[in-house]
């Protein structure tokens, strides 16, 4: 197995936010608001964010990815927590751990059982931001993969359609400077893309999100389907959740791990 495969699996997992730039602007195609769906397109966000959303998911995913040379897809199970907590665990075919990523939002472990090396850090750690940049909080990565918004101040929000009428399109700015482009579906009131602008205008990540459903009976959603492209990534990730055990609170335990004795531990900078 080459040694770059565990790298790959990381950005993978981190969502390959890579820092790579250069990408042509790409803004979504909208039409305006008819007289008097202004209301309508604030009373729909106002309904998007009432639903009640999950704050944990447990799932068993698969992630594929097709990157600038390099190709392929891994089992992985995948617990998430609000408000940054995290577990990624990949697997080869025969179920044996590959990686092992833990975090709780402020310091990470990575283990690569492969070479029996742990690397430890800060989020803020040199190491950490090679995967992602300083303008992705850690606190992200639950709301991008769970096609979910953060509040957001609803005077500060600009609305449009798209030019299908199936949906409302949502912008604004948020405090890093970064503009974000949102399309809800009428039908369905879930979001089915989120574009992410840097502060030059170049799209750093476009996500598409489907087949929504949750763990049975919690009554909460989540996407089956994500598929992710932009600039911040050398091509092309995609997630399929096979299957949510829950969305239930985890242990802090979960997100925490103790070094075997046997392995190196690096502190990562």
């Known amino acids: 197995m080459p040694a770059k495969f565990s790298r790959v699996l990381l950005l993978a997992l981190l969502l390959c936010w890579s820092g790579l730039s250069g990408c042509a602007t ?9 007289p008097g769906q202004q209301q309508e397109a604030e009373n729909f966000l106002v309904s998007f964010f009432q639903v009640p959303r999950p704050t944990a998911v447990d799932a068993d995913v ?52 492969r070479i029996g090396r742990i690397y430890q850090g800060k989020t803020d750690s040199k190491f950490w931001r090679s995967y992602i940049p300083q303008a992705i909080l ?34 604004w700015k948020d ?12 039908r369905s009131k879930e979001m089915t893309r989120h574009l992410l602008f840097d502060p030059r205008g170049d799209l750093i990540l476009e996500m598409t999100y489907s087949a929504y459903s949750g763990a049975r009976e ?15 990534i050398s091509g092309t990730l995609t997630v399929q959740v096979n299957k949510i055990y829950s969305h239930g609170q985890l242990a802090a335990a979960t997100f925490h791990l103790e070094p075997p004795a046997h392995f190196t ?4 900078p």
């Open 218 to 232: 919690s009554g909460f959603s989540w996407p089956r389907q994500l598929k992710v492209t932009g600039s911040a």
């Open 62 to 113: 698969r992630l594929g990815w097709d990157f600038l040379g390099s190709k392929g897809s891994v089992d992985a199970s995948l617990q998430l927590q609000q408000p940054a907590f995290l577990r990624f665990s990949a697997t080869d075919p025969l179920g044996r751990s590959l990686l092992l990523a833990v975090s709780d939002g402020a310091s990470f472990t990575l283990v690569d059982n």
């Open 26 to 34: 790409k803004l979504p195609q909208t039409t305006p608001l008819f």
């Open 265 to 268: 531990v690096e502190q990562v």
């Open 175 to 186: 405090g890093r400077s970064l503009t974000h482009h949102v399309l809800l579906d009428r």
């Open 138 to 171: 850690t606190e992200d990565l639950f709301y991008f993969l769970g096609g979910l918004l953060p509040n957001v101040e609803m005077k500060a929000i600009g609305a449009a359609q798209d030019p299908e009428r199936t949906g409302f399109w949502y912008v």
